[in-house]
Protein backbone atom coordinates (compact mmCIF):
# COMPACT_ATOMS: atom_id res chain seq x y z
CA UNK A 1 0.00 0.00 0.00
CA UNK A 2 1.57 3.17 -0.98
CA UNK A 3 0.26 6.87 -0.40
CA UNK A 4 -0.74 8.63 -4.33
CA UNK A 5 -1.96 12.03 -2.62
CA UNK A 6 -2.36 14.38 0.40
CA UNK A 7 -3.71 17.87 0.49
CA UNK A 8 -4.90 20.24 2.65
CA UNK A 9 -8.59 21.90 3.22
CA UNK A 10 -9.27 25.08 4.53
CA UNK A 11 -12.82 25.95 5.33
CA UNK A 12 -14.92 28.34 7.21
CA UNK A 13 -18.17 27.15 8.33
CA UNK A 14 -18.84 29.02 10.90
CA UNK A 15 -15.32 29.09 12.27
CA UNK A 16 -12.02 28.35 10.15
CA UNK A 17 -11.17 24.32 10.18
CA UNK A 18 -7.87 23.01 8.71
CA UNK A 19 -8.31 19.09 7.72
CA UNK A 20 -5.64 17.21 5.50
CA UNK A 21 -6.86 14.12 3.71
CA UNK A 22 -4.34 11.21 2.94
CA UNK A 23 -5.17 9.01 -0.30
CA UNK A 24 -3.64 5.50 -1.20
CA UNK A 25 -3.23 3.46 -3.93
CA UNK A 26 -5.88 1.25 -2.93
CA UNK A 27 -8.66 3.77 -2.37
CA UNK A 28 -8.42 3.89 1.40
CA UNK A 29 -8.84 7.91 2.91
CA UNK A 30 -7.88 8.96 5.88
CA UNK A 31 -8.64 12.27 7.40
CA UNK A 32 -6.56 14.77 10.09
CA UNK A 33 -7.51 17.88 11.63
CA UNK A 34 -4.85 20.31 11.22
CA UNK A 35 -6.36 23.34 12.76
CA UNK A 36 -4.63 25.82 14.91
CA UNK A 37 -7.17 28.62 15.95
CA UNK A 38 -6.05 32.10 14.68
CA UNK A 39 -3.08 30.78 13.20
CA UNK A 40 -4.68 28.39 10.65
CA UNK A 41 -2.78 29.25 7.59
CA UNK A 42 0.41 28.69 8.75
CA UNK A 43 -0.25 24.58 9.76
CA UNK A 44 -1.37 24.85 6.24
CA UNK A 45 1.86 26.03 4.31
CA UNK A 46 3.71 23.73 6.51
CA UNK A 47 2.17 20.83 5.58
CA UNK A 48 1.39 21.65 1.90
CA UNK A 49 4.98 23.20 1.70
CA UNK A 50 7.08 21.11 3.80
CA UNK A 51 5.40 18.26 4.61
CA UNK A 52 2.92 16.27 2.64
CA UNK A 53 4.95 16.13 -0.57
CA UNK A 54 8.17 14.10 1.68
CA UNK A 55 4.82 11.59 2.26
CA UNK A 56 3.57 10.42 -1.74
CA UNK A 57 4.74 6.98 -2.25
CA UNK A 58 5.62 6.09 1.34
CA UNK A 59 3.89 3.43 3.40
CA UNK A 60 0.92 4.78 5.03
CA UNK A 61 0.82 1.94 7.72
CA UNK A 62 4.23 3.06 9.23
CA UNK A 63 2.71 5.53 11.82
CA UNK A 64 5.60 5.36 14.04
CA UNK A 65 8.55 5.71 11.63
CA UNK A 66 6.41 8.84 9.86
CA UNK A 67 6.34 10.51 13.24
CA UNK A 68 9.52 9.95 13.85
CA UNK A 69 10.67 11.43 10.72
CA UNK A 70 8.36 14.34 11.09
CA UNK A 71 9.56 15.28 14.32
CA UNK A 72 13.10 14.56 14.74
CA UNK A 73 13.91 14.51 10.40
CA UNK A 74 12.58 18.12 10.95
CA UNK A 75 16.21 19.37 13.14
CA UNK A 76 13.38 22.04 14.17
CA UNK A 77 11.39 20.28 17.12
CA UNK A 78 8.18 21.14 18.91
CA UNK A 79 5.86 24.49 18.84
CA UNK A 80 2.67 24.47 18.20
CA UNK A 81 2.55 24.57 14.34
CA UNK A 82 4.59 22.04 13.71
CA UNK A 83 3.19 19.64 16.11
CA UNK A 84 -0.24 20.49 14.55
CA UNK A 85 1.04 19.55 11.31
CA UNK A 86 2.73 15.86 12.85
CA UNK A 87 -1.27 15.40 14.63
CA UNK A 88 -3.23 15.64 11.43
CA UNK A 89 -0.71 13.46 9.58
CA UNK A 90 -1.14 11.07 12.25
CA UNK A 91 -4.80 11.22 13.06
CA UNK A 92 -4.66 10.17 8.98
CA UNK A 93 -2.87 7.52 8.90
CA UNK A 94 -4.09 6.03 12.16
CA UNK A 95 -7.91 6.77 10.29
CA UNK A 96 -6.30 4.32 7.36
CA UNK A 97 -5.15 1.85 9.25
CA UNK A 98 -8.27 1.34 11.28
CA UNK A 99 -10.12 1.49 8.31
CA UNK A 100 -8.02 -1.20 6.39
CA UNK A 101 -7.90 -3.63 9.31
CA UNK A 102 -12.03 -2.82 9.44
CA UNK A 103 -11.80 -2.04 12.93
CA UNK A 104 -13.28 1.29 14.41
CA UNK A 105 -10.18 3.35 15.89
CA UNK A 106 -10.34 2.72 18.99
CA UNK A 107 -10.22 -1.20 18.70
CA UNK A 108 -6.57 -0.50 17.64
CA UNK A 109 -5.53 1.27 20.53
CA UNK A 110 -6.68 -1.68 23.35
CA UNK A 111 -10.42 -1.67 23.07
CA UNK A 112 -12.59 -0.08 24.78
CA UNK A 113 -12.21 0.75 28.57
CA UNK A 114 -15.32 2.08 29.28
CA UNK A 115 -18.75 2.41 27.57
CA UNK A 116 -19.21 5.71 26.75
CA UNK A 117 -16.89 8.86 27.11
CA UNK A 118 -18.55 11.59 29.82
CA UNK A 119 -17.94 14.78 28.50
CA UNK A 120 -18.49 19.12 30.01
CA UNK A 121 -19.62 21.52 28.38
CA UNK A 122 -19.27 25.16 28.95
CA UNK A 123 -22.11 27.86 30.84
CA UNK A 124 -21.47 31.47 30.77
CA UNK A 125 -22.69 34.58 32.13
CA UNK A 126 -22.89 38.07 32.51
CA UNK A 127 -24.47 37.71 36.04
CA UNK A 128 -25.91 35.21 38.11
CA UNK A 129 -29.13 35.19 36.43
CA UNK A 130 -27.47 34.96 32.64
CA UNK A 131 -25.32 32.18 34.33
CA UNK A 132 -27.65 30.23 36.07
CA UNK A 133 -30.10 30.22 32.56
CA UNK A 134 -26.67 28.97 30.70
CA UNK A 135 -26.05 25.83 33.61
CA UNK A 136 -29.84 25.16 33.37
CA UNK A 137 -29.35 25.36 28.91
CA UNK A 138 -26.77 22.94 29.28
CA UNK A 139 -28.66 20.36 31.57
CA UNK A 140 -31.08 20.51 29.24
CA UNK A 141 -29.02 19.68 26.46
CA UNK A 142 -27.74 16.54 28.59
CA UNK A 143 -24.66 17.33 30.20
CA UNK A 144 -23.80 15.87 33.63
CA UNK A 145 -20.66 18.01 34.22
CA UNK A 146 -20.47 21.92 33.22
CA UNK A 147 -17.35 24.68 33.04
CA UNK A 148 -18.48 27.75 35.00
CA UNK A 149 -17.35 31.00 33.49
CA UNK A 150 -18.54 34.33 34.75
CA UNK A 151 -18.61 37.89 34.11
CA UNK A 152 -16.47 40.22 36.56
CA UNK A 153 -18.37 43.60 37.68
CA UNK A 154 -16.60 46.68 36.15
CA UNK A 155 -15.39 44.94 33.03
CA UNK A 156 -17.19 45.35 29.76
CA UNK A 157 -15.22 43.17 27.77
CA UNK A 158 -14.33 39.36 29.43
CA UNK A 159 -13.69 36.33 27.34
CA UNK A 160 -16.14 33.72 27.00
CA UNK A 161 -18.48 36.21 28.79
CA UNK A 162 -19.85 39.24 26.14
CA UNK A 163 -19.16 38.69 22.39
CA UNK A 164 -17.40 42.03 21.14
CA UNK A 165 -17.85 43.37 18.03
CA UNK A 166 -14.19 43.34 16.15
CA UNK A 167 -12.65 45.29 13.52
CA UNK A 168 -13.32 42.93 10.92
CA UNK A 169 -9.98 41.19 10.05
CA UNK A 170 -8.32 42.75 13.60
CA UNK A 171 -8.19 40.93 16.92
CA UNK A 172 -10.90 42.04 19.60
CA UNK A 173 -9.07 43.50 22.78
CA UNK A 174 -10.79 42.77 26.05
CA UNK A 175 -10.39 43.70 29.62
CA UNK A 176 -8.89 42.68 32.65
CA UNK A 177 -8.26 43.26 36.80
CA UNK A 178 -7.19 40.42 38.81
CA UNK A 179 -8.04 41.92 41.68
CA UNK A 180 -11.48 42.17 40.76
CA UNK A 181 -11.68 38.99 39.27
CA UNK A 182 -10.16 37.47 42.75
CA UNK A 183 -13.04 39.21 44.78
CA UNK A 184 -15.69 38.15 42.98
CA UNK A 185 -15.30 34.06 41.42
CA UNK A 186 -15.63 32.67 44.99
CA UNK A 187 -19.18 33.90 45.59
CA UNK A 188 -20.15 32.92 41.93
CA UNK A 189 -19.45 28.74 42.88
CA UNK A 190 -21.07 29.59 46.05
CA UNK A 191 -24.36 30.64 44.80
CA UNK A 192 -24.06 27.89 41.95
CA UNK A 193 -23.42 25.27 44.53
CA UNK A 194 -26.31 26.42 46.06
CA UNK A 195 -28.48 26.87 43.16
CA UNK A 196 -27.38 23.61 41.69
CA UNK A 197 -26.60 21.58 45.02
CA UNK A 198 -23.52 19.41 45.89
CA UNK A 199 -23.35 16.48 43.11
CA UNK A 200 -22.92 18.53 39.60
CA UNK A 201 -19.20 18.52 38.47
CA UNK A 202 -18.41 22.65 38.46
CA UNK A 203 -15.40 23.12 36.52
CA UNK A 204 -13.30 26.49 36.30
CA UNK A 205 -10.65 27.68 33.69
CA UNK A 206 -8.57 30.78 34.59
CA UNK A 207 -7.12 31.19 30.86
CA UNK A 208 -3.67 31.36 32.55
CA UNK A 209 -3.86 34.87 34.04
CA UNK A 210 -2.78 34.53 37.55
CA UNK A 211 0.92 34.51 39.27
CA UNK A 212 1.16 31.45 41.72
CA UNK A 213 0.03 33.40 44.99
CA UNK A 214 -3.06 34.32 43.27
CA UNK A 215 -3.61 31.27 41.89
CA UNK A 216 -2.85 30.10 45.85
CA UNK A 217 -5.12 32.64 47.16
CA UNK A 218 -8.01 31.26 44.40
CA UNK A 219 -7.19 27.54 44.42
CA UNK A 220 -7.95 27.65 48.59
CA UNK A 221 -11.19 30.41 48.21
CA UNK A 222 -12.77 27.62 45.38
CA UNK A 223 -11.92 24.58 47.70
CA UNK A 224 -15.46 24.74 49.80
CA UNK A 225 -17.12 24.64 46.21
CA UNK A 226 -15.33 20.94 45.91
CA UNK A 227 -14.74 21.55 41.81
CA UNK A 228 -13.96 18.90 39.66
CA UNK A 229 -11.03 20.68 38.31
CA UNK A 230 -8.69 24.23 38.34
CA UNK A 231 -8.05 25.10 35.05
CA UNK A 232 -4.68 27.13 33.79
CA UNK A 233 -4.39 28.62 36.65
CA UNK A 234 -1.01 30.44 35.74
CA UNK A 235 0.93 30.82 32.23
CA UNK A 236 1.69 26.92 31.33
CA UNK A 237 5.20 27.41 30.44
CA UNK A 238 6.69 27.85 33.88
CA UNK A 239 6.00 24.30 35.46
CA UNK A 240 7.53 25.06 38.41
CA UNK A 241 4.56 27.67 39.09
CA UNK A 242 2.38 25.08 40.29
CA UNK A 243 4.62 24.04 42.83
CA UNK A 244 3.38 27.18 45.53
CA UNK A 245 -0.48 26.40 44.16
CA UNK A 246 -0.18 22.67 45.22
CA UNK A 247 1.21 23.18 48.94
CA UNK A 248 -1.40 25.66 49.82
CA UNK A 249 -4.00 23.83 48.30
CA UNK A 250 -5.80 20.26 47.63
CA UNK A 251 -7.75 21.50 44.63
CA UNK A 252 -7.71 19.32 41.38
CA UNK A 253 -5.72 20.86 38.77
CA UNK A 254 -5.68 20.67 34.95
CA UNK A 255 -3.40 22.16 32.70
CA UNK A 256 -1.79 21.79 29.03
CA UNK A 257 -4.27 22.88 26.62
CA UNK A 258 -1.36 24.87 25.31
CA UNK A 259 1.42 22.17 25.41
CA UNK A 260 2.93 20.25 22.18
CA UNK A 261 5.16 17.83 23.39
CA UNK A 262 5.55 15.47 26.92
CA UNK A 263 8.57 18.00 27.68
CA UNK A 264 5.97 20.52 28.43
CA UNK A 265 4.94 18.06 31.50
CA UNK A 266 7.71 16.56 32.31
CA UNK A 267 8.54 18.20 35.87
CA UNK A 268 3.81 18.61 36.17
CA UNK A 269 4.04 14.93 36.06
CA UNK A 270 7.18 13.70 38.01
CA UNK A 271 6.45 15.85 40.62
CA UNK A 272 2.35 15.26 40.88
CA UNK A 273 1.92 18.81 40.42
CA UNK A 274 -1.09 18.42 38.30
CA UNK A 275 -4.16 15.79 37.76
CA UNK A 276 -5.29 16.58 34.75
CA UNK A 277 -3.29 16.93 31.29
CA UNK A 278 -5.30 18.87 29.24
CA UNK A 279 -3.54 18.59 25.43
CA UNK A 280 -5.53 18.09 22.61
CA UNK A 281 -5.09 14.95 20.43
CA UNK A 282 -4.31 18.02 17.52
CA UNK A 283 -1.58 20.33 18.33
CA UNK A 284 0.18 17.97 20.37
CA UNK A 285 1.46 15.14 17.73
CA UNK A 286 -1.73 13.00 17.38
CA UNK A 287 -3.24 9.71 18.44
CA UNK A 288 0.81 8.62 18.77
CA UNK A 289 2.32 11.10 21.19
CA UNK A 290 -1.26 11.58 23.72
CA UNK A 291 -1.16 7.98 23.62
CA UNK A 292 1.68 7.48 24.93
CA UNK A 293 1.40 10.84 27.27
CA UNK A 294 -1.47 9.77 28.98
CA UNK A 295 0.96 6.45 30.03
CA UNK A 296 3.58 8.14 31.38
CA UNK A 297 0.51 10.08 33.48
CA UNK A 298 -1.21 6.93 34.32
CA UNK A 299 2.14 6.25 36.23
CA UNK A 300 1.08 9.00 38.40
CA UNK A 301 -2.27 8.41 38.61
CA UNK A 302 -2.53 11.17 36.66
CA UNK A 303 -6.04 11.20 33.88
CA UNK A 304 -6.56 13.17 30.54
CA UNK A 305 -9.15 16.02 30.20
CA UNK A 306 -8.43 16.83 26.90
CA UNK A 307 -9.27 20.10 25.35
CA UNK A 308 -12.19 20.30 23.05
CA UNK A 309 -13.74 23.35 22.27
CA UNK A 310 -15.04 24.07 18.74
CA UNK A 311 -11.43 25.15 17.73
CA UNK A 312 -10.69 21.14 17.57
CA UNK A 313 -12.76 20.40 14.63
CA UNK A 314 -15.27 17.55 14.52
CA UNK A 315 -11.77 15.04 13.26
CA UNK A 316 -9.44 15.95 15.87
CA UNK A 317 -12.84 15.06 18.18
CA UNK A 318 -13.74 11.82 16.63
CA UNK A 319 -9.83 10.69 17.59
CA UNK A 320 -10.26 11.91 21.22
CA UNK A 321 -13.29 10.10 21.66
CA UNK A 322 -11.77 7.10 20.74
CA UNK A 323 -8.78 7.72 22.43
CA UNK A 324 -11.42 8.19 25.66
CA UNK A 325 -13.03 5.31 25.10
CA UNK A 326 -9.74 2.83 24.96
CA UNK A 327 -7.15 4.32 27.82
CA UNK A 328 -7.82 3.22 31.13
CA UNK A 329 -6.79 6.47 32.43
CA UNK A 330 -9.59 8.93 31.15
CA UNK A 331 -10.85 12.13 33.18
CA UNK A 332 -13.18 13.71 31.34
CA UNK A 333 -13.74 15.43 27.42
CA UNK A 334 -14.48 18.85 26.87
CA UNK A 335 -17.19 19.01 24.30
CA UNK A 336 -19.03 22.29 23.57
CA UNK A 337 -20.34 21.13 20.03
CA UNK A 338 -19.57 23.62 16.93
CA UNK A 339 -21.17 25.96 14.87
CA UNK A 340 -24.42 24.60 13.04
CA UNK A 341 -23.17 25.28 9.32
CA UNK A 342 -20.01 22.93 10.29
CA UNK A 343 -22.76 19.68 10.59
CA UNK A 344 -22.99 20.52 6.71
CA UNK A 345 -19.17 19.86 6.26
CA UNK A 346 -18.45 17.30 8.82
CA UNK A 347 -20.38 14.45 9.65
CA UNK A 348 -18.26 13.11 12.51
CA UNK A 349 -20.14 9.93 13.32
CA UNK A 350 -19.18 9.80 17.29
CA UNK A 351 -23.16 10.58 19.09
CA UNK A 352 -23.68 12.48 22.08
CA UNK A 353 -26.29 11.39 25.13
CA UNK A 354 -26.62 12.38 28.50
CA UNK A 355 -23.73 14.19 28.47
CA UNK A 356 -21.70 11.18 27.15
CA UNK A 357 -19.80 10.98 23.57
CA UNK A 358 -19.87 7.54 21.87
CA UNK A 359 -17.30 6.65 19.43
CA UNK A 360 -18.39 5.45 15.88
CA UNK A 361 -18.34 2.00 15.27
CA UNK A 362 -18.00 2.67 11.44
CA UNK A 363 -13.67 1.22 10.68
CA UNK A 364 -11.52 4.33 11.12
CA UNK A 365 -12.22 7.40 12.87
CA UNK A 366 -15.66 7.29 11.62
CA UNK A 367 -15.65 10.81 9.92
CA UNK A 368 -16.25 11.70 6.34
CA UNK A 369 -15.96 15.40 4.99
CA UNK A 370 -18.67 16.67 2.58
CA UNK A 371 -16.24 19.12 0.19
CA UNK A 372 -19.22 20.33 -2.05
CA UNK A 373 -20.37 21.61 1.21
CA UNK A 374 -16.74 22.86 2.21
CA UNK A 375 -16.73 25.04 -1.06
CA UNK A 376 -19.73 26.61 0.53
CA UNK A 377 -17.80 28.34 3.95
CA UNK A 378 -14.76 29.95 2.85
CA UNK A 379 -11.66 30.76 5.78
CA UNK A 380 -11.74 33.95 6.54
CA UNK A 381 -8.79 36.28 8.58
CA UNK A 382 -10.12 35.36 12.29
CA UNK A 383 -7.87 36.34 15.68
CA UNK A 384 -7.98 35.38 19.11
CA UNK A 385 -8.79 38.18 20.87
CA UNK A 386 -6.25 39.57 23.98
CA UNK A 387 -6.32 41.39 26.88
CA UNK A 388 -5.64 44.51 28.35
CA UNK A 389 -5.39 46.19 32.04
CA UNK A 390 -7.48 48.63 32.80
CA UNK A 391 -4.33 51.07 32.71
CA UNK A 392 -3.43 49.78 28.83
CA UNK A 393 -1.00 47.16 30.11
CA UNK A 394 -1.03 43.74 27.77
CA UNK A 395 -1.81 40.82 29.93
CA UNK A 396 -1.41 37.10 30.13
CA UNK A 397 -3.75 34.70 27.99
C1 LIG B 1 -10.82 25.79 26.63
C2 LIG B 1 -9.96 26.84 26.05
C3 LIG B 1 -10.60 27.69 25.03
C4 LIG B 1 -9.48 28.42 24.30
C5 LIG B 1 -9.50 28.25 22.83
C6 LIG B 1 -8.31 28.90 22.17
O1 LIG B 1 -10.56 25.43 27.76
O2 LIG B 1 -11.69 25.33 25.93
O3 LIG B 1 -9.31 27.59 27.04
O4 LIG B 1 -11.53 28.50 25.69
O5 LIG B 1 -9.52 29.76 24.60
O6 LIG B 1 -9.53 26.89 22.55
O7 LIG B 1 -8.20 28.50 20.85
MG1 LIG C 1 -8.94 26.26 28.65
Not at 72 to 80: E, I, V
Not at 232 to 255: F, G, M, N
Not at 366 to 388: K, S
Request: hydrophobic share 40%; aromatic share 10%.
Amino acid sequence: MKIVDASVLVCGPGRNYVTVRIETDEGVTGLGDATLNGRELSVAAYLSEHVLPTLIGGDPQRIEDTWQQLYRGAYWRRGPVTMAAIAAVDLALWDIKAKVAGLPLYQLLGGASRDRVRTYGHAAGRDLPELFDSVRARQAEGYQAIRIQSGIPGLQRVYSIAQTENTPGMPVVEDWDTAAYLRHIPGVFEAVRNEFGPELPLLHDVHHRLTPQQSARLAKSLEPYDLFWLEDCTPAEDQSALRLVRQHSTIPLAIGEVFNTVFDYQTLITERLIDFVRSPVTHFGGVTAVKKLLDFAALYQIRSGLHGPADISPVGMAAAVHLGLAVHNFGIQEYSGYPAQAAEVFHPGYTFTDGHLRPSEAPGLGVTLDEQAMAAHPYRRDYLPYNRLLDGTLHDW
